[in-house]
């Protein structure tokens, strides 16, 4: 049903010496925050891991983010101009797709590759289904998605060793074939943890290594310590609340102790929540406005549902990482969790 | 100075800039009186009353009639006709039904018919016109002051209602009907609200600091209509002048030791002035759904209000003007303005020495809640706190983007609504299946949503359009199950 809406015809409005005044609907005043202010700031927010991936992973990292900010921009503004709608590339979401595609996908994939995912995540996840606002899964995760499925061995197998001589442009053009490590996730997934300890020496230097980001992994995943900062202060101004990771967090780590070691309540929590991207998907991706729900308790919800299936995927899946698949079966859920966990009416529990 | 400790509610609320330094400290200033005033005929909360503008003898005014048929209902019966003079506080209009409010003439002057103006809120509306001339301030009333303890409470209660007091914070609910408590009903509090949470309005600020003898004694009258003893008088923090001058009043009325009076800061937050809002802040008790502040033994006035019903016991004297802040950085000199009620917003601003350059919008009322209007030959009512002129700085033009459902709105809303899918709902055409989301009784409409939008969404008028298509689908079904029973 379409809407018509009459206007006044400007002579009827005398304003004052001539100057038409500008008549709007209350209120009359506004926060000064807006939707490009928010995502310009997330944007921000996920710039030091990408700095750091340059000088562990290589200079080439820089080059994939940018080759997938740009075909994410690019795909949004194309489809928008051929589907005669406005062009929104400005308000910073399709640049947010981009950095966190890039950030899902390992360092020594070809430069092709995040162009075929942009696509994906920008065209068939996000356009099609409305625009900003009426996507159902979170659009970076699907184009990562679509990627395992048509190149699962580049997407699994292309991880490069962290470099630790300032050689970062020892990967430039390398592409697949460079292939010279396993993630952490991998290794305890398929040698137990002994192979890990061997492999990325002792616990301790493990818990420092992966928290500032020396491991194997995909781009941006890698260093729990830059992401917290960004999340950290993504909640400091508001912009997201601490439940949705939190508890994705607390789930995660708390279903690894239990469940993740050869007998129960022996598994190891930290290494669960340092590893395999669980801290950016908990910040900067379960928080996804549009995908996830809007109420604290339901985010609370979505966040256990998000832990709970990532331990399940991780200790009894096919994949060794969980995050980014438990995310995308969570993200239809949230209609629902909205509908169960709505505001609470002012008069709610009033004495009748 | 130590802090002071501020209650407020729990629930929503936004912190929008204050922009209250622009008047606060500006003493109240009498305008001289205007080349003729417009009084809307309608003024007040009340029911439609017959429709018929019957003069006192010998024929209506012409174009009333003509009026009248235009806007069926919302008409009172008019005293006066074309070239009578009429002085100031002289009763021009009666109520028709038992809810309304008594009008008076707010100049001395002639009066020249009745005309259709320019209403903020309502488009246009007849209005009776009076024209001021030369000698007609001269001819100003001069009040008596006379003992309010001498009068019995149905006494106080009819000055009241001579007076045509309505609430003066915006809703205009007729002061004398508020007070006509029926039996049966357990009160045992007066809340008198000078929150005045709208950025930018200091009316009721003002008022405080010059008036709080009067805001004190006004009370006491209110209270023995009521029968209670206890008064709190609720006030947002950013005004500590005016708490510091109501204490100082308290303390000196202190030998009556029949009342409690006291006052209880709010913390600074909008909807502090909200009925719901300021209940809940002063007494912790939430009024339920659908019912009235009296069912939780609350009765709320605003201080304004309060004052108007003093002079109107105590002085005889009836709502014939008001003070409204006149303010924004679109105007020439701001300043908290006595004006006459019907006073054209034009001759204000030629009072004030006129507009700037860079004038971007003119809003009658709060910037949260008041309205925009295209032209300045708007008449004031007796519900009007101010007139902002806002200068492009202060002015957000920027057009709307789709919902991002941050769920800011919902952390908004006072109410515990869901705005947000209101607007999607009303976007898509579906406005008429709205009303499972429960807002029709509690959403007043306070612009917290809108307000913390950051996609800049107008959800405050998709609340509206949900409201109209409701009813309208509502009266489209009445009609056709009308249809079948006929058929």
Known sequence: ?352 | MMAIQAATFPKGGVHPKENKDLTNALAIEPMPYPSKVSLFLKQHVGAPCEVSVTHREGPSIDDGLLFATEHPGALFRLLVDKKDRVREGDRVGEIGTNLGAVLHASVSGTVTGVESALHYQVGKAPALVIRTDPEAEAMRPVYQQTDWRDFSKEDLRKRIAAAGIVGLGGAGFPADIKLNVKPGVKLDTLLLNGAECEPYITCDHRVMVEFPHEIIEGAKILLTVLGITYCVIGVENNKPDAIATLNDAIAQAKPDRVFKIEVKPLAVKYPQGSADQIMQSVTGRVRPSGRRSSSIGIIVQNVYTTKKIYDAVVLGKPLVERVITITGRGIARPANLLVKIGTHISEIVDYLGGTTEDLCKVVVGGPMMGFAVSDLNVPITKTTPGVLFLSHAEVDAQAHGPCIRCGFCLDACPMGLEPNMIGLYVEAGKGAETEDFGFLDDCFECGSCAYACPAKRPLVQFIRLARLEIDQARKLKEAREQKRKTA
């Open chain 1, 1 to 352: 049903m379409a809407k018509k809406i009459s206007t006044i015809p400007h002579e009827s409005c005398d304003g004052v010496d001539g100057h038409h005044l500008l008549v709007s609907v209350s209120p009359h005043l506004k926060t000064d925050i807006t939707t490009a202010r928010i995502m310009w700031t997330v944007v921000a927010c996920l710039m030091p891991p990408l700095v750091l991936s340059v000088f562990v992973f290589g200079f080439q990292t820089l080059i994939i983010t940018a080759v997938s900010v740009l075909s994410c921009v690019a795909t949004e503004a194309v489809s928008q101009k051929l589907l005669g709608r406005p062009i929104t590339v400005k308000d910073g979401s399709a640049v947010i797709t981009g950095v966190l595609l890039a950030y899902v996908i390992p360092p020594g994939v070809p430069l092709w590759m995040p162009v075929l995912g942009a696509v994906m995540a920008i065209f068939v996840t996000k356009i099609v289904m409305g625009g900003l606002g009426f996507n159902i899964f979170n659009p970076a995760l699907i184009g990562r998605a679509f990627l395992v499925a048509t190149y699962p061995v580049a997407m699994t197998t292309a991880w490069l060793e962290p470099i630790r001589d300032w050689a970062i442009f020892r990967n430039l053009g390398s592409g697949v074939d460079a292939v010279s490590a396993a993630t952490p996730l991998y290794v305890l997934k398929h040698y137990g943890m002994a192979a890990v300890l061997e492999q990325f020496g002792s616990r301790l230097s493990i818990y420092t290594d992966f928290f500032v980001g020396m491991m194997p992994g995909c781009i941006g995943e890698t260093s729990a310590l830059l992401l917290l900062l960004g999340g950290l202060y993504l909640i400091y101004k508001r912009y997201i609340n601490w439940h949705t990771p939190v508890s994705i967090l607390v789930t995660t780590g708390g279903l690894t102790w239990i469940f993740g070691g050869e007998r129960l309540f022996t598994g190891d929590p930290l290494l669960a929540v340092l590893s395999g991207g669980l801290i950016l998907g908990a910040f900067f991706m379960a928080t996804d406005y549009v995908t996830s729900p809007t109420q604290r308790s339901g985010q609370v919800v979505f966040g256990i549902g998000v832990g709970a299936l990532t331990v399940l995927i991780r200790l009894k899946g096919g994949y060794p990482e969980g995050v980014a698949y438990a995310i995308l079966l969570m993200n239809p859920l949230t209609p629902a969790i909205d509908q169960w966990f709505k505001p609470k009416k002012f008069s709610q529990g009033a004495v009748q």
